[in-house]
C-alpha cells in the first residue's frame, strides 16, 4: 500500500466510525429509540397546562402523552414527532401539573398504530 492510498484508507475509515448507525426498522417502518430522546418541558399558563415534547430521537415516533387531572384521570393524546420537532398538549382547569409520554419510532404515519402495538404496555395506563 502506498502512502498516499494509506491517508486515503484511513479518512474514510475515520468517517465511517463517526457516522451514526442507521436505524433498524422492520417491515412496518417501526424501530426502536434511545430510552430517554423524547424531554418534556411544562408551563402554567392562567388556568390551562400546557405541556411541550420535543423528539430528539433519531427519526420520527409515534408518542402517546397524557397530562394528569386532579381526579387522578389522565388527558391524554397521540401524534407523530418529526426529529428535533415538538408537540404540545393542552389540560384546561383541573389539571395537576404532572405529565407523562411513550414513544416508538415510525418512519410511516400510516403505520403509528401498528408500531405503537409492537411495544409492550402501549396501551396501559400513563397514570
Known sequence: MLI???KYF?????????????????????????????????KWKNDEFISYFTNNCQGRV????CNQRENRSADCGASG???GRRHSWRT?????GRSRVRWVG????SKDWVCGGKVPGWQDPLF
Open 4 to 6: 498516499s492510498d494509506a
Open 10 to 42: 484511513l479518512a474514510a475509515l475515520a468517517v465511517s466510525l463517526a457516522a451514526p448507525p442507521a436505524m433498524a426498522q422492520d417491515s412496518d417502518g417501526c424501530f426502536n429509540t434511545a430510552s430517554k430522546c423524547i424531554s418534556v418541558t411544562s
Open 62 to 65: 409515534y408518542a402517546k402523552f
Open 81 to 83: 414527532i418529526g426529529e
Open 92 to 96: 384546561y382547569s383541573d389539571a395537576t
Open 106 to 109: 415510525s418512519v410511516k404515519s
